[in-house]
T-cell receptor, first 113, second 115 residues
Framework: QQQVKQSPQSLIVQKGGISIINCAYENTAFDYFPWYQQFPGKGPALLIAIRPDVSEKKEGRFTISFNKSAKQFSLHIMDSQPGDSATYFCAASGETGANNLFFGTGTRLTVIP | DTGVSQDPRHKITKRGQNVTFRCDPISEHNRLYWYRQTLGQGPEFLTYFQNEAQLEKSRLLSDRFSAERPKGSFSTLEIQRTEQGDSAMYLC?????????????FGSGTRLTVV
């Protein structure tokens, strides 16, 4: 059973455009929602994370929007660049990330020049 | 500190053989996690340690899998009697308890191919 559902599976965006990736969860005990970026041959790297007490968090070109009532959260990448081309995973865990993370299935982002 | 190191990076083994992977976490991190990632999927939790104690194991961790973290430093993951379904990327991550908001640091993984 997939604890975190992620869409789309793949995304192609023009350079300078906005990339949007969506995730949904069911477990209301989740209280930590990170996004990871993974390049081929590398392990995932933390990009940005949010807790449910805020509805939005922005770090540079990356923004997480969080809708607690809908149990959904999304990643927005503004001014997308070819270097952003990677696979992005949303994840969730309880106890503020103290224990194991449940990952989505990933979104392969391609930013074309 | 060079981050989380995993060795080997790649391993090809014949079905039925035993394999062992090593993970060296960031030195001050007391939590260490093992995940498995198959092609086109997100990482799946296998097990985690706090110091030398193994605190949680996923049902994915069958009896053929065993993990250790002697002295709370490096960790090993052993798979006995490998099967083709064990082919995957095995990822190790570490964190400092109480600072999980900063996320795990993952290693680059060990890619296992069982032929």
């Amino acid at each position: 059973q997939q604890q975190v559902k992620q869409s789309p599976q793949s995304l192609i965006v023009q350079k300078g455009g906005i990339s949007i990736i969506n995730c949904a969860y069911e477990n209301t005990a989740f209280d930590y929602f990170p996004w990871y970026q993974q390049f081929p041959g590398k392990g995932p790297a933390l990009l940005i994370a949010i807790r449910p007490d805020v509805s939005e968090k922005k770090e540079g070109r990356f923004t997480i929007s969080f809708n607690k009532s809908a149990k959904q959260f999304s990643l927005h990448i503004m001014d997308s660049q070819p270097g952003d081309s990677a696979t992005y995973f949303c994840a969730a865990s309880g106890e503020t990330g103290a224990n194991n993370l449940f990952f989505g299935t990933g979104t392969r982002l391609t930013v074309i020049p | 500190d060079t981050g989380v190191s995993q060795d080997p990076r790649h391993k090809i083994t014949k079905r039925g053989q035993n394999v062992t992977f090593r993970c060296d976490p960031i030195s001050e991190h007391n939590r260490l996690y093992w995940y498995r990632q198959t092609l086109g999927q997100g990482p799946e939790f296998l097990t985690y340690f706090q110091n030398e104690a193994q605190l949680e194991k996923s049902r994915l961790l069958s009896d053929r899998f065993s993990a250790e973290r002697p002295k709370g430093s490096f960790s090993t993951l052993e798979i006995q009697r490998t099967e083709q379904g064990d082919s995957a990327m095995y990822l190790c991550a570490s964190s400092l308890a109480g600072t999980a908001l900063f996320g795990y640091t993952f290693g680059s993984g060990t890619r296992l191919t069982v032929v």
